[in-house]
């Protein structure tokens, strides 16, 4: 049965002009979230969570000391902001509101293969000087050179076109070795993680009646315990860089893929003319695509989350539910309101009215602004329905008081002019 497609985040007529999406996977504040194959990303940069921890809080320091504005995209995928404007956040709202995960999902195993590929020539780089003591061999020599003069894989979390020159060639000395050694897969075959997934997906295949088991979530819970980084089983053979590249053409770009992104006829011509026919697995063979998908969502949806985010506290359901509680709330307001008057009630009685006013006009403001002024000055943020963060970006929280205090005011200059009406004009007993 064809899978759902995820809505285009984008116009196909706009696409000439890309931003080099490059992005680190992992979410730090969460890694007991993140499913199986998003550890494989996870386990060659931290050992622990505590250090993940540590780490994330450090370098989020450094940012928040600098920053003065709204993040970008490109801090938001590098894990340089704080909730309520981190990757975390970004992932539900792709999820929940855009309803457009399918393409941070393909940015997500994107930078899990260009990890893959960093893992893999760093190992490589080891073996080579452990193995092959003897470098007067012609080859021995170029591979050596051309491995102590690569580096690592730049950090992929911005566009290539603000790479200095050095970056670029080290990216591309990369992706020229790897296709290069297309067919040399025979590194560590015993412990390959991709040997053990292929094994495992060929028997769950058969579990299944030959359909394809689905695949875990990003958000997924239940996800399998992580092991040390450095232990035997995290080895990545050449097998693995290939099976990851297959399984990003054949989930994501082929049309009538199982969660197939949008994209130009081109690219995914390109693409799977690359891999299938060149045979070709390296970090630049998705560069096109990733720049795409960066363009299209700084542009369709990162706008919307920073308004939702910086500029508000709530989520849909929640506008929705004081949308509902405002108007019963007012409704009955007036209702009360009107037979005190033509009952001609004494002042003191109408001093009830304060109740159902105060909560219909404060819940139709928070509606109006999406933000939730009390939350707010708590210092809380909604990202998903009755769920709640604390605010850690300094920016983003001062931006949240000035406006929860602006809609206190609101709320209070108009509950007051009200209840002053109601409380005060002359009755009429009919």
Known sequence: MKSKRSRPLHNKQNHQNHQNPNVRIFYDFYPHLIPGPFHRILRPFHTGLNYVR??????????EAQRNHLPSLY?????????PVDLYCFYIYMRDQQRSVDYLDF?????????????FVRELRRSILVETPDLEKTNSK????ILDHMGGVNDPAGPSTDLNDEEKIKDQNLSAYLRENTGASNHSPQSSLGSQQSALRASGDRAFGGERPPRPSFMSRNSPTSTNSDSPAHTVARADIRASAEKILYTYILPG??????????IVQGITTAIEEEGRDDPELFDTAKDYTFQAMERDAFPGFLRSKALGNLVPPSLFLRLVLGLIAMFAGFWAAF????????????????LPFTVGVYSLASQQYSIDPIVALLGYSEYTFFNFSRIREPYVRKLLNKRALMVLLVTIAVGVCVLVFFIFVP????
């Open 339 to 354: 037979i005190f008057i033509f009952l001609d009630a004494p002042k003191h009685q109408r001093c009830w009215l304060i």
């Open 54 to 63: 540590f780490s994330m809080q450090n370098s989020t320091m450094q940012f």
């Open 107 to 119: 940015w997500l195993d994107v930078a899990q293969h260009t990890s893959l590929c960093r893992h």
């Open 75 to 83: 801090e938001v995928l590098a894990r340089k902001t704080a909730a």
């Open 257 to 266: 893929s199982e969660r197939e992104v949008v994209l130009p006829q081109g």
């Open 427 to 430: 009755g009429k007993r009919l």
């Open 142 to 145: 170029r591979s050596s050179y």
